[in-house]
T-cell receptor, first 117, second 113 residues
Framework: AQSVTQLGSHVSVSEGALVLLRCNYS??????LFWYVQYPNQGLQLLLK??????LVKGINGFEAEFKKSETSFHLTKPSAHMSDAAEYFC???????????????FGTGTLLAVQP | DGGITQSPKYLFRKEGQNVTLSCEQN?????MYWYRQDPGQGLRLIYY???????QKGDIAEGYSVSREKKESFPLTVTSAQKNPTAFYLC????????????FGNGTRLTVT
């Protein structure tokens, strides 16, 4: 069965510092992996996704993530944090339990990123 | 602009009442989803629909019902049988390709007292 684990429910960084949000997944089939961002009282917005091909994926707002099959990881990084990056971040893996042409996702529990001035 | 509209943004109900949350999309997506979000638990799938007039239960369907009479609309009813209905509800849609990302609405925060 697929699952997602996000290490660290709260991460705090200083403005300009490296952002690293951790995500490990479990999947019996080649996974599709996603990172979403959620600002307070809003829906989720796609940051980036990995399906096949290049393992380093670049997304919006300067974020990127690297798919490492040997480590079953898909960590999200950004070289320099900005105040506007403060939000909750969710890692997700495609849910392939039911089959069919749907895109149901299994989400991690989220990591709340705080950016200190 | 294309997108997903959820209404209302905030909803208050008394215990024992059914309540319906609206979700409309103009993205021409076939698939639609309802997720529930609780603090510290991420998002959990309630129901999903791949096509008009068809829908399936997700992981936490008990106490909820849906309909899909039109491609654009996927309303969710929270019934009095749902034991802990207070939550943030998110509607999403996607294309049919198996790596198409989900597009989310801005959510409805339901409070039941």
């Amino acid at each position: 069965a697929q699952s997602v684990t996000q290490l660290g429910s709260h991460v705090s960084v200083s403005e300009g510092a490296l952002v690293l949000l951790r995500c490990n997944y479990s999947s019996s089939v080649p996974p599709y992996l996603f990172w979403y961002v959620q600002y307070p009282n809003q829906g989720l917005q796609l940051l980036l996704k990995y399906t096949t091909g290049a393992t380093l994926v670049k997304g919006i707002n300067g974020f990127e993530a690297e798919f490492k099959k040997s480590e079953t990881s898909f960590h999200l990084t950004k070289p320099s944090a900005h105040m506007s990056d403060a939000a909750e971040y969710f890692c997700a893996v495609s849910d392939q339990r039911y089959g069919g042409a749907t895109n149901k996702l299994i989400f991690g529990t989220g990591t709340l990123l705080a950016v200190q001035p | 602009d294309g997108g997903i509209t959820q209404s209302p943004k905030y909803l208050f109900r008394k215990e024992g009442q059914n309540v319906t949350l609206s979700c409309e999309q103009n993205l021409n997506h076939d698939a639609m989803y309802w997720y529930r979000q609780d603090p510290g638990q991420g998002l959990r799938l309630i129901y999903y629909s791949q096509i008009v007039n068809d829908f399936q239960k997700g992981d936490i369907a008990e106490g909820y019902s849906v309909s899909r009479e039109k491609k654009e609309s996927f309303p969710l009813t929270v019934t009095s049988a749902q034991k802990n209905p207070t939550a943030f509800y998110l509607c999403a849609s996607s294309g049919q390709l198996d790596n198409s990302p989900l597009h989310f609405g801005n959510g409805t925060r339901l409070t039941v007292t």
